[in-house]
């Protein structure tokens, strides 16, 4: 008698669909997460400059309130007749709002020129959303 050869058989064991699904979700829960962190980047950078005009709208803003407080005082010299000490008062506030003037201006028009959206999270955010339409 011969011995009967014992067959084995090695199955790869393939995910069941439920595993596929868990994975899937954990896949999507990490990149919804990166992606979050990428447009919080963006944002804070895109922050940063804008308070940087925001900074020159302020210093606009001290600079015009000194003007202000100067015209005041020149006012109160007028007041007192005395020409040429208002005179050089009031020359001398309207310089300096004339400056805070400019330095507000320019701090507004370079914050109408910012782009404060965060484009590259969302064109990342666009190009997933691409991806998983197609392998679907």
Do not use: C, H
Not at 17 to 34: H, I, K, N, P, T
Not at 94 to 103: E, H, R
Not at 115 to 131: G, Y
């Amino acid at each position: 008698m011969t011995p009967t050869p014992i067959r084995t058989t090695t199955t790869v064991e393939e995910p069941s669909v439920g595993e596929l699904f868990g994975d899937l979700s954990r896949q999507l829960g990490a990149l919804v997460r990166q992606e979050a962190r990428l447009a919080g980047t963006e944002l804070r950078a895109k922050a940063s400059n804008a308070g940087r005009e925001l900074g020159l709208v302020a210093a606009g803003g001290a600079l015009a309130y000194a003007g202000l407080l100067v015209l005041l005082a020149a006012l109160v010299m007028l007041l007192d007749l005395v020409l040429p000490l208002w005179l050089s008062a009031l020359l001398v506030g309207l310089v300096v709002a004339g400056a805070g003037y400019a330095l507000i201006r320019r701090g507004l028009d370079a914050l109408k020129q910012q782009d404060l959206q965060p484009r590259t999270a969302l064109r990342s955010i666009r190009e997933d959303v691409t991806l998983i339409k197609e392998a679907a």
